[in-house]
């Protein structure tokens, strides 16, 4: 179900230069559709985790689910960026009513042993959802149309959807206190580290289709393919990130996400200096495998630490903090690498990310453990 969503932010990525000639528009007007999405997903879905708590999150999936099939047919057909645009706000508001829900029934339905678990597994699936996403565009793009990227997305709505509604009735979802305002220590910290690490995932592979198609002259379907390997990276880390909070505990093993990340955007930003793409590759997939480490356990760590009758705007918060974080992200990645060059912006991602490991290791310190 999280693969379609997911896939929507990274979907346009490779299909700008065709969309470019399609409707005689700026590189900045199409990056901006791209942006909108992520944001009016990330905006809505607060108010779509809360109401999860109040009708039941299988409903509230329900109808983000028609959302996103209406915005899809839209997309596919639409004649200008206006047109565009709208379309991506449907699809926006739709994936705010997937992406808590399905956090939102994780948690109810699994143990607490099998949490950790399921959303590494969760985490992967986004993963491979964003490498899916350019992946199919530069095919149809390549050998097609863009259009037919956005109907294909649908079975992954319509499909999952059809199997999650024969599990229970969506009252037996429905929290049993009201939902109360979202507040436990460590939240808000938590939830800004999600923001950049996805926001670091996604803009920095906004930026290298940038680098990679219009420096180094790569065609679509090799510049969508390079995030594979990156997606299996992360799919390792999720899986390395579990065994080592079982050991330690996730807000250590966050730490040692966002350093290693720190550390493979440095490599990054010499690596674009010197034009090397077999670097700029390897560095990627360094940065994967930390970001995978980093991801499902700043998940895991919000869930775990908040009441029941909150996990629903919990799931909100989560969606939230990661789909502005790619807004945002694109944006700035965007803006630095066209000012300043793709390099400062590695090192200025390089910057933020032990910025923000310091802060957890603050975190950490204060609360003698985490």
Not at 4 to 21: K, N, Y
Request: hydrophobic content about 55%; glycine content about 10%; overall charge positive.
């Amino acid at each position: 179900m999280r693969i379609a969503p997911a896939a929507g932010v990274t979907v346009l990525a490779v299909a700008i230069p065709q969309l470019e000639t399609e409707f005689s528009a700026a590189t900045g007007a199409l990056d901006a559709t791209a942006a909108i999405y992520a944001l009016v997903y990330a905006a809505l879905s607060l108010y779509a985790g809360r109401l999860g708590d109040r009708i039941g999150a299988l409903r509230t999936l329900l109808y983000g689910s028609a959302f996103f099939v209406l915005g899809s047919v839209v997309v596919a057909g639409s004649g200008s960026v206006p047109q565009l645009a709208v379309g991506r706000v449907l699809q926006g508001i739709g994936a705010a009513g997937i992406a808590p829900s399905v956090y939102h029934l994780l948690k109810v339905v699994s143990s607490e042993n099998a949490l950790s678990l399921v959303l590494a597994i969760q985490a992967s699936v986004i993963a491979i959802g964003v490498a899916v996403g350019p992946l199919l565009a530069a095919w149809f793009v390549q050998y097609s149309s863009w259009r037919l990227v956005f109907l294909v997305l649908l079975v992954f709505v319509i499909v999952p959807l059809i199997v999650v509604g024969r599990i229970k009735p969506a009252e037996e979802f429905k929290s049993i206190l009201p939902a109360q305002r979202l507040f436990v220590p460590g939240t808000i910290r938590w939830l800004f580290a999600v923001a950049l690490v996805q926001g670091t995932f996604i803009g920095g592979f906004y930026a290298q289709q940038s680098f990679l198609q219009e420096t180094l002259g790569v065609s679509p379907t090799v510049g969508g393919s390079v995030l594979i390997p990156t997606v299996a990276a992360f799919v390792i880390g999720t899986v390395v990130g579990t065994k080592l909070a079982a050991r330690a505990n996730d807000l250590r093993t966050s730490i040692l996400g966002f350093f290693g990340t720190a550390i493979a955007f440095l490599l990054l930003a010499l690596a674009v200096a010197q034009q090397a793409e077999s670097a700029v590759i390897a560095c990627d997939l360094i940065a994967g495998f930390f970001i995978g480490i980093a991801t499902p356990r700043l998940h895991h760590l919000i869930l775990t630490n908040v009441p029941s009758a909150q996990v629903g705007a919990a799931s909100g918060g989560i969606v939230f903090a990661t789909h502005s974080g790619e807004g945002l992200g694109i944006i700035l990645f965007a803006g630095i690498a066209s000012i300043a060059g793709d390099a400062l912006s590695a090192v200025a991602t390089c910057a933020t990310m032990l910025a923000m490991g310091a802060a957890l290791l603050r975190s950490l310190r204060l609360t003698r453990g985490g």
